[in-house]
């Protein structure tokens, strides 16, 4: 299995071996570029900025050749003509704008769970913040031990390490807080309303979009590590979905009728979702609660609710203060910490 890992060399699908140097310099050399087709510089400048030679610049275009930055030099200009989508250390520290999440990145061609390994990692004591991230995964997990498709290179497969010193009993909350920080990014850099489908997914017109998985190892008084696993479709086709799928699943890509580029996606979810962990950090998920409940897909439907073998049935009210989902019955109001909901 060939893994995209940050330390001090990289190794990565051409059996390369590159320096850590050399990816920093890259990286400048893009941001240079301008990071989008059309955007470049004046050979001459980039020596003089870069500090680097002809042969070096020629290097570097190689380099980034490898990761799908396709460079053309032309009347002494150098253009970006075509920007690679891959999710890997580069691609994503690019764009990355967070102080805690991320800074540790564990990427990879192949795995079978991205929960599984970073669960792995807390337990080997990876810090807070530790992102996972996998262009496929070959047994990628959902809610209640389901399976989750995750075909290579069109979608957004990754999890986090988070250590909150909270009790046990408000970690679930960082479920809705998740989806609460995809629906924001999905709106912001495409522009498409995504409602979050209690307790753990997001939703566009209906269909899925993403889902959520947490995870938690904790004490009876304390949490030692959350793992959250985000599952998110962002290129896959109509047809890429199984048939299974279709009338259940979309993407980013569908319903914007355009291409996205993953690892920009992903920097922006950690930035959004860093903010608002910081703050569930201090005060919890009761802040949120409004404008989780602003974008709830369900909210004033009537609903079926399983919880293990029982069946509530209900118009959802709303949210409770710790992010519980609240029912309107017949015999009056029902709270749930957790369950599977369908529209009746």
Known sequence: MDAFRSSARFQFENRQVIRKDQIELADRFLTLLGDRIGGGVAVEDTESRLAVSAAQIRQLIELLGGWGYKVKEADGQLNLVEVG??????????????????????????????????????????????????????????????????????????????????????????????????????????????????????????????????????????????????????????????????????????????????????????????HFYLQFKKSGIAPFIKEIERRMALLGQKVKLAVGKDIVTGKVAGLAENGALLLETKSGNYRAISGEVSVL
């Open 85 to 274: 989508d891959f999710v890997n250390d580069f691609a994503i520290r690019h764009y990355l704008s967070t102080k805690i999440l991320g800074q540790k990145i564990h990427s990879y061609q192949s795995i079978g769970s991205t929960n599984n390994t970073a669960w792995q990692l807390a337990e080997q004591g990876a810090p807070e913040g530790t992102l996972v991230v996998a262009e496929r995964q070959t047994a990628g997990r959902g809610r209640l031990g389901r399976s989750w498709y995750s075909p290579p290179r069109v979608g957004l497969w990754f999890s986090l390490v988070l250590r909150p010193e909270v009790q046990p009993s408000q970690a679930p909350g960082i479920s809705l807080l998740t989806a609460l920080a995809l629906s924001q990014t999905i709106q912001s850099n495409c522009g498409i309303e995504a409602k979050i489908k209690w307790p753990n997914d997001c939703q566009i017109a209906g269909k899925k979009v993403a889902g959520i998985l947490t995870e938690l190892s904790s004490e009876l008084d304390r949490v030692n590590f959350v793992i959250v696993g985000v599952g998110l479709n962002v290129n896959q086709t109509k047809s890429d979905f199984p048939r299974a799928l279709r009338g259940k699943a979309t993407s980013l890509a569908v319903e914007s009728k355009h291409v996205c580029h993953r690892a920009e996606i992903l920097a922006l979810f950690l930035k959004e979702f860093e």
